[in-house]
T-cell receptor, first 115, second 111 residues
Framework: DSGVTQTPKHLITATGQRVTLRCSPR?????VYWYQQSLDQGLQFLIQ???????AKGNILERFSAQQFPDLHSELNLSSLELGDSALYFC??????????????FGPGTRLTVL | QQQVKQSPQSLIVQKGGIPIINCAYE??????FPWYQQFPGKGPALLIA?????SEKKEGRFTISFNKSAKQFSLHIMDSQPGDSATYFC??????????FGKGTMLLVSP
């Protein structure tokens, strides 16, 4: 168990809908990362937050947004969902203070299916 | 664009064999190279990592070989076991930048 929790575990929804994925980082970790994993694209970095502030942005669509709250949990909002958004979404956390060797600990993921 | 290229895409070895997974990178500023292991239905977990100032690192049956001049690094699994069957991702980062992952290698170790 990595100590990172994600809810829900599974999510099935329809095209055009909006969903929110939730992540609680490990105790003491200040950085939260969101990744999308699909069969053909591997692990794609979406966005990173550090202590409530956006730190880095990857291949995140404009229909997607995220935030990190004062208690350090994070939410990823996906709107106007398309079939191609079906994927595993992982949250990871790290201390955010160890430079290059800052280890990212991954949660169990949320499997999103868009019908 | 920063890239990490990983090969092979999939690999089948017999129990006791030594699977080797290779990665190549372009950005010479990368200074940290971790490998992650992912079992079905689970999130990736850090397996072993190396900095570019060493050419090899061993942790148990897992070894990273690093070739700075060739900009390549590889994962070797000694005496592989069926329980090692998983997807393996190499990655690279520079300083506080985000991790750039390879596309993964599905390893199957047959009994």
């Amino acid at each position: 168990d990595s100590g990172v929790t994600q809810t829900p575990k599974h999510l099935i929804t329809a095209t055009g809908q909006r969903v929110t994925l939730r992540c609680s980082p490990r105790s003491g970790d200040l950085s939260v990362y969101w990744y999308q994993q699909s069969l053909d694209q591997g692990l794609q970095f979406l966005i990173q937050y550090y202590n409530g502030e956006e730190r880095a942005k990857g291949n995140i669509l404009e229909r997607f947004s995220a935030q990190q709250f004062p208690d350090l949990h994070s939410e990823l909002n996906l709107s106007s969902l398309e079939l191609g958004d079906s994927a595993l979404y992982f949250c990871a956390s790290s201390s955010g203070t160890s430079g290059a060797t800052d280890t990212q600990y991954f949660g169990p993921g949320t499997r999103l299916t868009v019908l | 664009q920063q890239q990490v290229k990983q090969s092979p895409q999939s690999l089948i070895v017999q129990k006791g064999g030594i699977p080797i997974i290779n990665c190549a990178y372009e950005n010479t500023a990368f200074d940290y190279f971790p490998w992650y292991q992912q079992f079905p239905g689970k999130g990736p977990a850090l397996l072993i990592a190396i900095r570019p100032d060493v050419s090899e690192k061993k942790e148990g049956r897992f070894t990273i070989s690093f070739n700075k001049s060739a900009k390549q690094f590889s994962l070797h699994i000694m005496d592989s076991q069926p329980g090692d069957s998983a997807t393996y991702f190499c990655a690279a980062r520079r300083g506080y930048s985000t991790l750039t992952f390879g596309k993964g290698t599905m390893l199957l170790v047959s009994p």
